[in-house]
């Protein structure tokens, strides 16, 4: 199959939505991260889905969806407090966990009996829900195990030849998944998946906010996850990722003691550069490393890094996200200098 690079314009968008309709996989952006899109409610179109990211067959794939009036085809009850959420987050970054609608085929939802579902704001995926008439499932559009796509060329590099096309919908603006939540009772969400929508975004809106464990732990071997997601290698580059905590002083110690030929650091910015060392910046804030920590680990890959020091993120607000990919991408390898 030849893989169609489609621009964001109508006629491309036409073209994109009729793929859709006909049970193709098409990879879209998102405002998050590129997705690799087809129609929620197709078996065959799913199981493309799963194939061509060689995907656990028990990871759920997110619905997402242009009205809120299309939450009720997916959904088989709306708890108050989802609906407020949604009022409050929607279109954006934040997938809620609700019970699944019938309608919703289980090789959709990994085999449970709830469905995430989320309305992305990025203008062409909105569009090609509303253009295709059907809600699309979409998990990110990377290779399963490899770090997120946040751009039309990333999408390309891993689903060449595996899918119909792919819309090239510019850089994503937030960089980084969704957060996800699921209901715990009538007043409190638990947060399985940090995001651009953080903790204390959430508690503005709802009264108990909890952080679930696996966000920053490796869980036990065996244990029951809420999000099979968790369970899984993930953001992977092919270069060996360790996660350097620490002041500045302390990092740049620690990175010259060990360096060598094809090792290579992240930093955050100019200042956190060091001298006769192979640096890539990833930026000084939550939002800009959020922005940037995918391409960058792809990037360390196309250099031909083997061994790469990160200097480990301050987990608070969006940078929890942040943290929460890389210590996945390193493996749980995590030093304190
Ligand atoms: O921003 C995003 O969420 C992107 C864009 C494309 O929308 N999508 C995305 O999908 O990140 P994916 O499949 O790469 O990650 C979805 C995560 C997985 O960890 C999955 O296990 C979890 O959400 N998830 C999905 N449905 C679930 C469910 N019913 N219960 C628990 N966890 C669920
Ligand atoms: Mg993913």
């Not at 253009?131 to 990110?140: E, I, N």
């Not at 290779?143 to 689903?159: C, I």
Request: glycine fraction near 8%.
């Amino acid at each position: 199959m030849k893989t169609k690079l489609l621009a964001d314009c109508a006629a491309d968008l036409l073209d994109a939505a009729k793929l859709l309709r006909e049970g193709q996989v098409v990879g879209i952006p998102t405002e998050t991260v590129y997705g690799l899109a087809a129609d929620a409610c197709n078996e065959e179109a799913i199981q493309q889905i799963f194939s061509a990211k060689g995907r656990p067959a028990d990871n759920p794939l997110i619905v997402h969806i242009a009205k809120t009036q299309q939450l009720a085809e997916i959904a088989a009850s709306v708890p108050s407090l989802a609906q407020k959420l949604a009022n409050a987050f929607w279109p954006g970054p934040l997938t809620m966990i609700l019970p699944k609608h019938h309608q919703i085929p289980t090789i959709t939802s990994g085999g449970l009996d709830t469905v995430g579902v989320r309305m992305p704001s990025h203008p062409a995926a909105r569009a090609l829900i509303l253009l295709s008439g059907v809600p699309l499932a979409a998990p990110s559009a990377n290779r399963s195990g490899y770090p997120s796509p946040t751009t039309a060329a990333h999408v390309m590099n891993d689903m060449q030849g595996k899918i119909a096309a792919v819309l090239d919908g510019g850089t994503c603006n937030v960089g980084v998944e969704s957060t996800v939540i699921a209901f715990e009772n009538e007043d409190t969400v638990r947060i399985l998946r940090p995001g651009y929508v953080t903790e204390a975004m959430l508690r503005n809106v709802v009264p108990n906010v909890i952080l679930d464990p696996a966000i920053l732990q490796q869980l036990p071997q065996g244990q029951i996850v809420r999000s099979p997601g968790m369970k899984y290698q993930h953001y992977a580059p092919r270069a060996h990722v360790t996660l350097v905590k620490g002041s500045q002083e302390a990092f740049h110690s620690f990175v010259r003691q060990h360096v060598a030929t094809d090792v290579y650091v992240l930093v955050f910015d100019e200042q956190d550069k060091i001298p006769d060392v192979s640096c890539l910046v990833y930026g000084a804030t939550g939002e800009e490393q959020a922005q940037l920590v995918f391409s960058k680990l792809r990037e360390l890959d196309d250099l031909g890094a083997k061994q790469v020091f990160v200097h480990a993120p301050n987990p608070n607000g969006v940078g929890l996200a942040v943290y929460n990919r890389l210590i996945r991408a390193a493996g749980f390898e995590v030093i304190q200098v």
